[in-house]
């Protein structure tokens, strides 16, 4: 990829590989590890899923969607500040303040770790309550308790791996994120298979294996960014709560996100569970989780360029910004034609892969995936179009996108065509 200053830039940061002028092979080549790194997350997602339809039961499949909307919640705060920080540190870097930023980035990590802290002890003292709250029956409630219970225990390191993930980035070492994430990936894989098929510890095997996949990133973040190997790392960071605030609104497209997505599937899981019993929300679960995973192609695109759209407003470089811009959406258009064609074509298979063909399950899961494939069309764009706002520091644009595309409009199609169509 070439490299040039543009006449207008008002500082270019040495060797600083957001400075790039990317073509479009050399921008996928950029977002490239990100996009592996998303990749890989949904991977050892939605592994849990399919060892627990396949060796457990299909009720333990139901109790991980009961249990999601907390998750969804905690990444997504976390996601808010990790984004809405990276918008901040990525446009000091780019003004050569290089100081302050690490002295954000230090702040937010910090701030990270006490979110985390606070989730932690209040999930693990109402747990009853919540796991009730969430919808689960009695014959869910055992499953539900075991699952969650152990990532509320774990939750430090995942706060810290999705940080991180986040912010890999925006110190330009997108490919030690991939790497750490492929390791994750891997290693939930080999104890989710050695926790419930061996040793046969059911549900809690697959949230053991989860949580101890965190601890790559978690524990491969904090000693890349206290080594001070690149142009971000610890530093004392700098108590300002105007610039959490800041981060915050950046990245709260991010939290709305997650959080209406944690809204959305509670909502679909008492929806279904009304309609067709614990069956029902097998079957809304594997959509959903297949769902995620479909869909970290537009994730992982959107994360990896961000950052390169900040530092470059930072640099007030528009012209490169114009022509990045164009290549993202070429991309954007063929990922959404690839995609939906893999998820109408494929959803049987992909039903498939969690329960057994001739169950109900496995029909309703079928016969959704052929409906939901057309969402693949647009939602590529949707979020993409969060991300860049939020790179460019429009918090409030990007949080109306989001919220109507995860929360909006999904919440009165549910309120409204089940009543007409069932």
Known sequence: MEVHAEPNAKREVKHNILASDFSFTGLLRFALPTMGMMLFMGMYTIVDTIFVARFVHTFALSAINICTPVLYTIVGLT???????????GKKMGRGENEGARQTFSFIVLCGCALAAIFMTVGLCFLN??????GASDALMPYCRSYLSLQLWFLPANVLSVLFQNLFVTAGRPGLGLRLS??????????????????GMGIAGAALGTVLAFLPSAAGGMLFFASKRGNLYFVRPLFDLRELAQSCSNGVSE?????????????????????AGE???????IIIYTQFLLTTLFIGFSMGVAPVF?????????????RIFKSCVLFLAAASVLLFTAAFWGGDALAGIFVEKHSAVYAMASEGFHIFSFSFLLCGFNIFSSALFTALSNGRVSAVISFLRTLGLISAGLLLLPRVLG
């Open 182 to 199: 492929l390791l994750a990936g891997v290693l939930n894989i080999l104890l989710d298979y050695l926790f419930i098929v061996p040793l």
């Open 129 to 134: 309550p919540l796991l009730r709250g969430l």
């Open 255 to 275: 939290m709305v996100t997650q959080l209406s997505t944690a809204i959305t599937t509670l909502c679909f899981n008492l929806t279904m569970m009304g309609l």
């Open 79 to 89: 996601g808010m500040l990790a984004t809405g920080a990276s918008a901040i540190i």
């Open 279 to 285: 069956a029902g929300v097998a079957a809304i679960t």
């Open 310 to 322: 900040s530092y470059n407003y930072g640099s007030e470089s528009w012209q490169r910004m114009k």
